[in-house]
T-cell receptor
């Protein structure tokens, strides 16, 4: 079955530390997309990145970077020099486009990692 | 502006009183879905719709109904809400293929 695992339930760091959030996925699709979302205390879901299964290049956006490795089915997210504003719940998600019932566009979420950045 | 609009943002209701959470998108997306978010469980899909008049159950459909009479709207109906439906609900829309999803701002529902 398609699945996303975020083994880290909570992480606490001190400001300016680097932190990596882990994401491991399982899928039988050959083409799929992986996503990271941020959920601040206000509750909305903020899109951070999308990566398709054919693009294994790492990506950097400011203090954020993502490491996609198909060989280990992982899509890890690193925040460099963390800040208090980074405190949030972070979700990794996998798109599912087919299941036994036919076509679907389902987004499968991990259980999230709560990141607390202390000043 | 491309967006998914959910209403209301907050709702407190009593057990058994029917309610509807509305969801509307302006991107002409075929696919719409509802998720609920609970602590420690992440977001789980309730129902989804691949197009007008085409809906199907997600992972946790019990106690919910949906309809898709128009492409832009996908309301979530709780005919007899119970306290275990207290949750944060998100509506999402996307084009086919799983390339991207646009989420509404969420509806925080409390059933007492």
């Amino acid at each position: 079955a398609q699945k996303v695992t975020q083994a880290q339930t909570e992480i606490s760091v001190v400001e300016k530390e680097d932190v990596t959030l882990d994401c491991v996925y399982e899928t039988r699709d050959t083409t799929y997309y992986l996503f990271w979302y941020k959920q601040p205390p206000s509750g909305e879901l903020v899109f951070l990145i999308r990566r398709n299964s054919f693009d294994e290049q790492n990506e950097i956006s400011g203090r954020y970077s993502w490491n996609f490795q198909k060989s280990t089915s992982s899509f890890n997210f690193t925040i460099t020099a963390s800040q208090v504003v980074d405190s949030a719940v972070y979700f990794c998600a996998l798109s599912e486009t087919m299941n036994y019932g036919g076509a679907t566009n389902k987004l499968i979420f991990g259980t999230g990692t709560l990141l607390a950045v202390q000043p | 502006e491309a967006q998914v609009t959910q209403n209301p943002r907050y709702l407190i209701t009593v057990t058994g009183k029917k309610l509807t959470v509305t969801c509307s998108q302006n991107m002409n997306h075929e696919y719409m879905s509802w998720y609920r978010q609970d602590p420690g469980l992440g977001l789980r899909q309730i129902y989804y719709s691949m197009n007008v008049e085409v809906t199907d159950k997600g992972d946790v459909p019990e106690g919910y109904k949906v309809s898709r009479k128009e492409k832009r709207n996908f309301p979530l109906i709780l005919e007899s809400p119970s306290p275990n439906q207290t949750s944060l609900y998100f509506c999402a829309s996307s084009p086919r293929g799983g390339r991207g999803y646009t989420f509404g701002s969420g509806t925080r529902l409390t059933v007492v």
